[in-house]
Every structure is written in structure tokens, then in C-alpha cells.
């Protein structure tokens, strides 16, 4: 949910209802009118509308590559004289060029900025960060020291007349505006689905690495927290784990409730649905009374789920500590 609202941060905007194939435009000739407000509070409408104009835009990449917009006039290889395997692969090999093409060649680099930073020990940056000592930043100056870096700017630049600026790179203007608003469209609800099919198949390899992608567009809409949180999924999982731990830890990341393949959900949310039938289980018993005659009736049902949870984390191939 948090992703699809930096992906909403970015490519949504209630005025531009009027500019065809944007987000809203497409929200309102759909009738897609229960994806309104935060996307917290409409998170799978938001997420049905973004896989709507997906599955239209791959429609259209892949009419374009076979060379018509009309299917009627694209010539498509004989399918009953290929076994299934043929025609999956043919179909795989158009897909992995799109992909290839229109995803990973002439991608913008939206962690430029970052590397930058990490690169260059003469940044601007990195003189504000270099004088730490015991979590508060000392004046380069003086003996002067602050507890924010906003602090030692105003102090330095005030005092001692410091003024640090790094020319920035002038971005050339696209021409074609449209046709990149589609492809950073394409490319982020691509991100989404592949992270969310993942969670429906428990694929936690694959969700893991989803975190280095999801990273940048959490910089880039101010989520701190979860870039940090993103950042922390991917130290553990790349060598600060002992190998069984680590295998735990991306194994482990999924529960399914309703048996089935790709019924999985992610453990967080399992956790938010317990809490919110607590909740639910709680209201209004606010009086000694009250609490005391629905306890066990409230322990009794919470017990029942706890047991069904901890059958199913002890049927899997790999136990939890």
C-alpha cells in the first residue's frame, strides 16, 4: 500500500482530469469512482485502476511490436502447428524485448543524486557530514558544535561566511512529454504487480529484490521511513544474516489463510487484519462489567486463531524460531 501511494505521488493529479492518458483522465472515462481520497483509505480501487491502464499499455506495446494496431492485419505464426511450449516461448521472447526495451534501455536515473553524493567525498553534502563526532556536528571553524546540520549551515554560513554550492546539472527537455509519463506509468505499476504477484506466490526472493527497486521511489516522495526500512531488508539479506537466518528471513515472509497456490498474503498484513478484528472485538466493552463478561469470549476466539496460524507456520518447509 505504501508503494502504490508513492507511485500515486507521482503520476497522480486530480487537475489533469482533462489531459488524455493520465491517471485521473483514465479514472473517470473508466468509472472507476470508488478510487477517490488517500489511497490508504481506497488502496485496492488504486490498485485495480494502475492494472487497468498496465494491461492497456502492454496490449498496446505488443500490438506495436508485432507492427499494427489492428489486429486483423498483424501476421501471427500457425499456434496449431507449435507445441505449447513453442508458442510460450515465442510469446516469452516478444515480451522480453518490451521489457528489455521500453523498461531497463534509456532508463532515467532517479537515484543520480544519491550516487553523487556517495561518489564524490567533495560534495556538499558530505563537508556538512564530515565533522561528526559523538552524533553532533562541529564547526569546521570554531569549537562550535550543533545537533542538526541545518544548524552548522545557518552557523557557518552566519559566522564564518561559508557558502557551498554545486552546480546542477541543466535536464534537457524531453519531446515527447506523453510518451514519458507513459513509460514512467509503465514502469512503476510493473514494479507493483511483480512485487505483488510475488507476495501471492510467497516468493520471497523476489520480494527482497524488490526492495532495491522500491528504495529510490521512496527518496523521491520523502518516505523516509520506508526507505530506511527498505534499505534494512536489504542489508539482511545480503550478508549481515548467518546463512539460515537469512534464509528464514525471506522464506518466512508470508502466511496463507484459505489454502490454494498464490493465496499467500505478507505476514504485516495478516498482523493488521488480527488487529483490526481485535478492535472490532472490543468495541464498546469500555466498563469493568462489560470487559470481564465478553473475556473469554475474546481469549476463546483469539486463542483459535493464534493455534490455525501456528499449524500453518509449523506445516511449511522451513520453521520459524
Not at 480501487?45 to 505488443?62: E, G, N, Q, S
Not at 516469452?92 to 561518489?119: G, H, T
Request: proline share 3%.
Amino acid at each position: 500500500m505504501n508503494f502504490l501511494e508513492a507511485i500515486y505521488k507521482l503520476t497522480y493529479n486530480t487537475g489533469m482530469a482533462g489531459d488524455p492518458c493520465t491517471v485521473h483522465y483514465y479514472r473517470n472515462l473508466l468509472g472507476h469512482r470508488s478510487a477517490k481520497g488517500p489511497v490508504k483509505n481506497a488502496y485496492r480501487a488504486y490498485k485495480m485502476l494502475y492494472y487497468t491502464i498496465l494491461d492497456a499499455i502492454c496490449v498496446i506495446l505488443f500490438m506495436d511490436k508485432l507492427g499494427s494496431a489492428d489486429i486483423s492485419d498483424v501476421t501471427l505464426p500457425d499456434f496449431s502447428q507449435m507445441t505449447p511450449n513453442d508458442s510460450i516461448q515465442w510469446l516469452n521472447s516478444i515480451c522480453q524485448e518490451l521489457v528489455r526495451k521500453y523498461f531497463f534501455e534509456n532508463a532515467e536515473d532517479i537515484v543520480e543524486e544519491i550516487r553523487n553524493v556517495l561518489e564524490n567525498p567533495q560534495h556538499e553534502e558530505n563537508y556538512w557530514t564530515s565533522s561528526i563526532e559523538n552524533g553532533r556536528f562541529k564547526c569546521h571553524h570554531c569549537e562550535k558544535d550543533y545537533k542538526r546540520v541545518s544548524s552548522l549551515k545557518a552557523h557557518e554560513s552566519g559566522m564564518h561566511g561559508v557558502s557551498l554550492s554545486n552546480p546542477k546539472k541543466k535536464k534537457e527537455p524531453s519531446s515527447d512529454e506523453l510518451q514519458d509519463y507513459i513509460l514512467m506509468l509503465f514502469k512503476l505499476t510493473m514494479l507493483l504487480r511483480n512485487f505483488d504477484s510475488g507476495v501471492d506466490m510467497g516468493d520471497g526472493g523476489r520480494c527482497i529484490r524488490s526492495a532495491k527497486y522500491e528504495l529510490p521511489i521512496y527518496h523521491k516522495t520523502n518516505k523516509i521511513k520506508y526507505t530506511i526500512c527498505s534499505i534494512h531488508t536489504t542489508a539482511l539479506s545480503s550478508g549481515l544474516l548467518n546463512p539460515d537466518q537469512e534464509e528464514r528471513f525471506i522464506a518466512n515472509r508470508f502466511v496463507n489463510i484459505q489454502g490454494g497456490k498464490n493465496n499467500n498474503i505478507a505476514l504485516d498484513e495478516y498482523i493488521e487484519m488480527l488487529n483490526r478484528d481485535t478492535k472490532a472485538s472490543c468495541t464498546g466493552h469500555k466498563t469493568k462489567d462489560s470487559i470481564l463478561k465478553h473475556a473469554k469470549e475474546y481469549l476463546q476466539n483469539n486463542l483459535k486463531r493464534l493455534v490455525n496460524w501456528v499449524k500453518r507456520i509449523s506445516s511449511s518447509s522451513i520453521l520459524c524460531n
